[in-house]
């Protein structure tokens, strides 16, 4: 059940403790694809692995804006500190937990939010208010299985945009993504990192060349994200949280 498309008196109905919560970004993907990629691909693998799951799930609406400052150079990206970000996220699971949905899979789209999440979400289970686990679609995969990088605005995502709304992805520009993408996510020296945002290391903003992608690729990346987030469903619902707080 999608909360923002029942009625009170609907999820009133609803026997489950099980919910989703979709965060992603509203950030720069290259000149070719969304800035709303991120949050499109968890909202979409959530809504699939609800409907694959064998009981009900409540889907909560996404979170659009995400810890993204390192685009800021890019016209149109939009952040919040990674404390707003965790307030948001924390608040919003302690009014889903209010009304009984108090097992909670944060599904994440964006890199920048995983640090974020960890710590709120393990804070969450640690005082008792629910127990949330953060889940990113593409920390799931094996992309060594498909033969392909993941990239920023690469083949990657950028084939999964072209399987959910080919309308929103623009291929015309690839050849220009890739003339300006980077060649990795930062500047190393001695191991450590020297660049900080990512227009240091990209010129067009994202890195990989996203014609290496297609629909194809993306609806298997969509139906092993799927497969996976489903599987965490059933290990999160059956699993004995009350043991794990006297321990």
Do not use: K
């Amino acid at each position: 059940m999608h909360l923002a498309e029942a009625t009170w008196t609907d999820a009133d109905a609803v026997e489950t403790d099980l919910a989703l919560v979709p965060t992603g970004s509203t950030e720069q993907h290259g000149p070719h694809a969304p800035m709303g990629t991120d949050a499109l691909s968890a909202e979409t693998i959530a809504a699939e692995a609800a409907e694959a799951y064998d009981d009900e799930v409540v889907v909560a609406p996404p979170v659009n804006v995400g810890v993204s400052e390192e685009h800021r150079h890019f016209t149109g990206s939009l952040w919040v500190c990674e404390d707003t970000f965790r307030d948001y996220v924390r608040e919003t699971v302690a009014s889903l937990a209010s009304h009984g949905w108090d097992r909670v899979v944060v599904v994440n789209g964006h890199g920048g939010n995983t640090d974020a999440l960890r710590e709120v979400c393990g804070a969450i289970t640690r005082d008792g208010d629910a127990y949330a686990v953060p889940w990113t679609w593409f920390d799931a995969l094996d992309f060594d299985s498909y033969g392909i990088e993941l990239g920023h605005g690469g083949p990657v995502e950028t084939a999964f945009v072209q399987a959910v709304r080919p309308d929103l992805v623009h291929d015309d520009r690839f050849e220009a993504a890739a003339a300006g993408a980077g060649d990795g996510f930062g500047e190393f020296e001695q191991g450590t990192n020297l660049a900080y945002d990512f227009a240091a290391f990209s010129e067009s903003g994202n890195i990989g060349d996203p014609s290496e992608g297609d629909a194809e690729l993306g609806e298997r990346l969509l139906a092993d994200a799927t497969e996976s987030l489903v599987a965490l469903l059933e290990t999160v619902a059956s699993r004995d949280v009350q043991s794990l707080e006297h321990r």
